[in-house]
């Protein structure tokens, strides 16, 4: 969770680095002029997690597509990479859209150029069609 102070031009935001499990509290400073001051990382990962995430915050979307004629009724899918944040809400409408049919192997494209950013949807598992399950 980031927690945001603006005043004026410039910006105060408190985060909590994702990228592994120390988790250190960051804060990021960004004066008037856009520069960013950063500290209370202990790595240069969390430095780059805390610009991007005021620069151009991104995520690896993770959720599910329906699927006919397989043992279960929904497909876990995900992004290939991290897509903006902005386009996550567009993203899962899209995906709500979506039915695939069975089989489906790990890592089968179900969306290409996912709202032009470039980035796939693939499937997250195996899923067999239902005749085939034993
Ligand atoms: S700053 Fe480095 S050590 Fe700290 S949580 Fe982020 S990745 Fe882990």
């Known amino acids: 969770m980031a927690i ?45 997690y805390a610009e991007n995430e005021i620069t151009d915050p991104r995520r690896v979307l993770t959720t599910t597509v329906k699927i006919r004629n397989a043992s279960l009724p929904l497909l ?26 069975a089989p489906v192997r790990t890592g089968d494209v179900i969306v290409t150029n996912l709202l032009d950013t470039g980035i796939d949807v693939i499937a997250s598992r195996d899923m067999k069609r239902t005749e085939d399950v034993a």
């Open 76 to 101: 876990p899918v995900r992004t290939t990479e991290a897509i903006p944040k902005e386009l996550l809400a567009k993203a899962m409408e899209i995906l709500a859209q979506v039915e695939v049919t």
């Open 4 to 48: 945001d102070t603006q005043i004026g031009q410039e910006l105060k935001r408190k985060m909590t680095c994702i990228v592994c499990p120390t988790g250190c509290q960051l804060e990021v400073e960004k004066n008037a002029d856009g520069k960013l001051s950063i500290i209370g990382f202990q790595c240069r990962r969390g430095e780059v």
